[in-house]
Structures are given as C-alpha cells and as structure tokens.
Nanobody, 123 residues
Framework: QVQLAESGGGLVQTGGSLRLSCAAS????????MGWFRQAPGKERDFVAA????????YYADSVKGRFTISRDNAENTVYLQMNSLKPEDTAVYYC????????????????WGQGTQVTVSS
C-alpha cells in the first residue's frame, strides 16, 4: 500500500506558474510509474503526465507538452508537476497516482490515488 498526498494547488492568473507536489508514504515510490491526472467539473479524469520508475522517461498529454514538467525525487519519495504558462482551460482538480505496471495514460492502470488539489487559472 502507498498513500499519496498532493499539495501546491491554488489560484493563479493566466500565464502564471504553479508547482504541485505529491508526497508518498507507506512504500517507496521508486517501484511505481507515477502519473498526474486532472478532472474538471462535469468531465472525465484526463491524463496529464507520467514518469517511469528509475530511468525517468516522461510522457505528456499534447495539451500540456512544452508547458508542464513532471519529475521525481525517489530519495524524497516525492513527485512534482511544474506548470508554466497556465491557461484557464488548465483549471481542474489535479491528482497524482501510482502504477505498479508499465507506463500508461489510462487511469484504470493506476492503483493508488491522492485526494487531489484544486488548480484555478483566472482569465
């Protein structure tokens, strides 16, 4: 079992930046592919970014490519999502998740989820 806790969300203006953190407890994150997802009101939970266990290869949704960066610090058992050039359409609850299998963009492949952190981008 692994417990995940996101932090760092908030209200920011268009063009601004936020850095989300996902701290883990219970097990080391180095054994998991880690992902970030987001869910806007009335919409499905969408893939944002993922990072492999140790090599650190990353993968991004087209909508955030070039603006968001996912990273991990296995020693600190933490995953980050640096979000730059934020747009109103980035407004959502952001979730981190742990996947014991191969890298995937599908939420169903992730076994463990945090409680989410709200990101609101004003125009």
């Amino acid at each position: 079992q692994v417990q995940l806790a996101e932090s760092g969300g908030g209200l920011v203006q268009t063009g601004g930046s936020l850095r989300l953190s996902c701290a883990a407890s219970g097990r080391t994150l180095s054994t998991y592919v880690m992902g970030w997802f987001r869910q806007a009101p009335g919409k499905e939970r969408d893939f944002v970014a993922a990072i492999r266990r140790s090599i650190g290869n990353t993968y991004y949704a087209d909508s955030v490519k070039g603006r968001f960066t996912i990273s991990r610090d296995n020693a600190e058992n933490t995953v980050y999502l640096q979000m730059n050039s934020l747009k109103p359409e980035d407004t959502a609850v952001y979730y981190c998740a742990a996947n014991p299998n191969a890298l995937s963009t599908m939420p169903t492949m992730y076994n463990y989820w945090g409680q989410g952190t709200q990101v609101t981008v004003s125009s």
